[in-house]
């Protein structure tokens, strides 16, 4: 079965994301980035501009690598991802999101 999976950013991340696709995060998502498994659905959700990218596949499981140069080693959990056709976004999220009592906090961090 396949899962689905959001990672957040900023409009100062998201183009050095979505030219690498590579989606990193911090430590304390690590958890998530390790249920990723190759094959799974993956977003990008800027949290400046409100905006969903979509959709990807997770070319990789998640990974753990203190060397990943991109943002100064910041964010060194990640994964691998590949656009599936054209992308494709969703703007006004949260507003969406509210429409269905859902946060998108919720979705990143739900425990699946």
């Excluded at 969903?52 to 691998?80: C, H, M, N, Q, R």
């Excluded at 054209?86 to 998108?104: E, F, I, P, R, Y």
């Amino acid at each position: 079965m396949k899962h689905g999976f959001i990672f957040a950013c900023t409009t100062k991340s998201e183009h050095e994301l979505l030219d690498n696709l590579i989606f990193a995060t911090n430590k304390t998502y690590a958890h998530k980035v390790f249920a990723v498994k190759e094959g799974d659905f993956v977003f990008l959700y800027n949290l400046d501009t409100d905006v969903l990218w979509g959709t990807f596949i997770a070319k990789s499981e998640g990974i753990y690598d203190p060397s990943l140069s991109l943002f100064d080693g910041k964010y060194p959990y990640y994964v691998k991802v590949e656009p599936i056709g054209q992308l494709k976004s969703v703007g006004n999220l949260k507003k969406t999101l509210a429409k269905l009592k859902v946060s998108w906090r919720d979705i990143f961090t739900e425990k699946g």
